[in-house]
């Protein structure tokens, strides 16, 4: 059974830095693209950035752009996003999902969240001005 589960989130002063882990266990990374969405209250859930199966290619959106980088390790299975300089609009909770339908990133991955599967529960990101 194919379980996604983040972590790594919490409380952090404006320009502060957070390391989120998404454990994919029982996925295989070589297979489907990987992405990061936030979901902030009152407001729709956003991509945030994508990373493609085959070449580690990686697209963001572009409140993220310039501050975020997005990872794998497909050894242990795993994927993480750094968050630097972080923003009170940056707190939401954050998710990883699997895109069952591509294995790259290609322009507008992130707006298509009906392609990705295998939510996890989400962590909590707060950043305080």
């Known amino acids: 059974e194919v379980q996604f589960v983040e972590s790594g989130g919490g409380l952090v002063q404006a320009g502060g830095s957070l390391r989120l882990s998404c454990a994919a266990d029982?996925?295989?990374?070589?297979?489907?693209?990987v992405g990061w969405f936030r979901q902030a209250p009152g407001k729709e859930r956003e991509g945030v950035s994508c990373i493609s199966a085959s070449d580690s290619i990686a697209s963001y959106a572009d409140s993220a752009k310039g501050r975020f980088t997005i990872s794998s390790d497909k050894a242990k299975n795993m994927v993480y996003l750094q968050m630097n300089s972080l923003e009170p609009e940056d707190t939401a909770v954050y998710f990883c999902a699997a895109n069952l339908m591509r294995r790259t990133c290609p322009p507008g991955a992130l707006d298509r969240i009906y392609e990705y599967d295998y939510w996890g529960q989400g962590t909590q990101v707060t950043v305080s001005s």
């Open positions: 029982g996925f295989f990374l070589d297979y489907y693209a």
